[in-house]
């Protein structure tokens, strides 16, 4: 699974820049340079726990499949600087020099340089240490070790996320508590903890005295997830404000409204977010007085019998208690003459979907439409960057399976007459795949979900002049 962020690797550039000048030696300027090795450890611990979380979200996570991607990931290019280092050692290194590189080299393919030098206990900012070209593994192998464990209690906590994080919060404290201990605090006891004691530099090479720094990272991404009010939609930040503005998830229109002016409810959340966009920008349905109602994504649009939290994850059960429910917008549907419901679907809600329709009780006279889920593949602007009008009318991607196996769900589940399945309108190309730009050069989507301005208007006169749609 992709989850790139491109603002992350800005981030990493900040960080890398004062180790490069401290290591070259620029100490009277960056005497401190090598918070940036901290720095890096929070990136990781974020980076990472969001990947596992996405997956686990979606129930596609695999300990293999993690594994076998940070090894394709960091081992290729590990492996040539090593073979090239050694070149260098073996022609330029004394006897002595060079078994200790030997020795270093086995550690490093052990994913245990940290240890090694810790063991070696000859400091980190000392001659002797720099003269070593592998001594800077020493944090990549504490990130191997994190890569190892860390979703190991991912896996094994299940979808207990509470109880998982309050484990993290436990092992944080406790690597804290260490970390300081073997580089702040002047214990005053007469048992000393000699592993993290000031001379033996476990608390700096260890993952016990570092785990804090990347589950600091992992309760960032924890959080972002649990208030996820955060947009993820950066394309036109001004049509998002407009939204926001109207999803204020108001139960009642306004009394004021032209007896000639019907009346629409769009409910969902990020992708009603986008449905609204391609209102506005197309000019479509001006006709109707319009409220928004905002249902969180991981929270899903369902009424029926069973309980909602048993499909849910644990951590996000109090926001989906906060009036992210379809119930609570049964008011405002009572008083519309068409609801419109768009969103992330998930399988589950999808094939219960037939159950929270019946149990809307719309009148004969009210109309109610589904919009299904859409992708447009896996984007990245920066390949067609001063590329040709040419050029970009021949890119085509194949969307997600998981999206179209959704869509089909929905097809299959509810009346076609009510469905807007956007995909196959868009999607148009050989083998059903999507175009990447409009007919005039201008990018459809920036991350193959949401949609840019100028597509939001490319789409709307699409599925406004097709059915369902064409008869509002």
């Avoid at 960056?30 to 929070?42: E, M, R, S, T």
């Avoid at 600087?81 to 022609?91: E, G, R």
């Avoid at 991607?397 to 929905?410: A, C, G, M, T």
């Amino acid at each position: 699974m992709s989850f790139y962020r491109d603002e992350i690797d800005g981030l990493r550039a900040v960080a890398v820049i004062p180790v490069i000048l401290y290591h070259a030696g620029c100490t009277s300027y960056f005497a401190g340079g090598y918070i940036g090795v901290d720095i890096f450890f929070v990136i990781s611990g974020y980076l990472i726990t969001s990947v596992i979380e996405n997956e686990r979200e979606q129930e596609i996570f695999s300990l293999v499949h993690f594994y076998e991607r940070r090894c394709r990931r960091i081992l290729p290019a590990l492996y040539f600087i090593l073979f090239v280092s050694s070149i260098f050692a073996y022609y330029w290194m004394l006897p002595d020099q060079l078994k200790e590189f030997g020795q270093t080299l086995i550690s490093i393919v052990a994913l245990s340089s940290n240890i090694f030098f810790w063991w070696k206990d000859d400091g980190y900012f000392t001659q002797l240490t720099e003269l070593n070209p592998c001594v800077h593994t020493w944090s990549l192998a504490v990130e191997e070790q994190f890569y190892f464990i860390f979703p190991l209690i991912c896996y094994f906590s299940g979808k207990k996320n509470r109880c998982l994080i309050i484990l993290l919060i436990f092992l944080a404290l406790i690597s804290f508590f260490l970390a300081q201990w073997g580089g702040n605090f002047q214990s005053t006891s007469n048992h000393q903890f000699h592993m993290f004691s000031q001379h033996s530099w476990a608390s700096f090479y260890l993952p016990i005295g570092r785990a804090w720094e990347l589950l600091l990272g992992s309760f960032a991404a924890f959080y972002l997830r649990l208030n996820r009010s955060v947009s993820k939609i950066r394309s036109w930040g001004y049509v998002e404000r407009a939204f926001n503005v109207l999803r204020q998830n108001k139960n009642t229109f306004s009394i004021r409204t032209s007896t000639t002016n019907k009346r629409l409810i769009l409910i969902g959340d990020s992708f009603a977010q986008d449905f609204y966009n391609i209102i506005i920008e197309g000019k479509h349905l001006t006709n109707y007085e319009m409220r928004v109602f905002f249902i969180h994504g991981r929270c899903q649009m369902y009424i029926g019998p069973e309980d909602r939290k048993q499909f849910i994850n644990a951590i996000d059960h109090q926001i989906c208690t906060n009036r992210n429910d379809i119930k609570y917008a049964l008011p405002v549907i009572r008083q519309a003459d068409v609801i419109i419901l768009s969103g992330k679907w998930f399988e589950w809600s999808a094939k219960r979907l037939p159950m929270t329709l019946k149990l809307l009780n719309l009148t004969k006279k009210q109309q109610i439409f589904v919009i299904g889920r859409k992708h447009f593949g896996n984007v990245n602007p920066k390949l067609y960057v001063n590329k040709s009008t040419e050029y970009r009318l021949k890119q085509y991607q194949y969307p997600s399976i998981d999206v179209i196996k959704v869509n089909s769900l929905l097809e299959k589940t509810i009346d076609k007459s009510i469905f807007v399945n956007i995909l196959k309108m868009i999607c148009t190309g050989y083998n059903r795949t999507c175009p990447l730009f409009t007919r005039d050069g201008k990018l459809i989507s920036y991350d193959g979900r949401y949609l840019t301005k100028y597509d939001a208007i490319y789409v709307g006169n699409i599925i406004f002049k097709n059915k369902p749609l064409n008869k509002l």
